[in-house]
């Protein structure tokens, strides 16, 4: 039987390619208006630009610091995105 074909995806931290169920995915959905939609998808399948980002803090810390997000996105991410990703993080740890 033929081994099947993991989809590696990069965090947009660390820079390292691990396989796509390992991380977690923000997606800026399309929006008529202005504001920014941010949003983490739990189901790999939401529609809109992705990003991926390692489950653990210190790449959290790394891209909030430098605003990797807002300059992925080509605009500004709320602070409630970063507090929603660190709930998923911190959940993922348990």
């Known amino acids: 039987m033929p081994n099947k074909h993991v989809p590696l995806r990069m965090c947009m931290a660390c820079n390292e390619m691990k396989p796509k169920a390992e991380l977690l995915r ?54 409630e995105v970063y507090l929603q990703i660190e709930e998923e993080i911190l959940v993922e740890q348990q």
């Open 26 to 79: 923000v997606v800026r959905a399309k929006s008529d208006d202005c504001c920014c939609n941010v949003f983490v998808d739990k189901t790999f399948k939401a529609a809109g630009r992705g990003a991926y980002l390692c489950k653990n803090l210190d790449c959290l810390k790394r891209v909030r610091k430098s605003r990797r997000i807002d300059r992925i996105f080509s605009c500004k991410v709320p602070d």
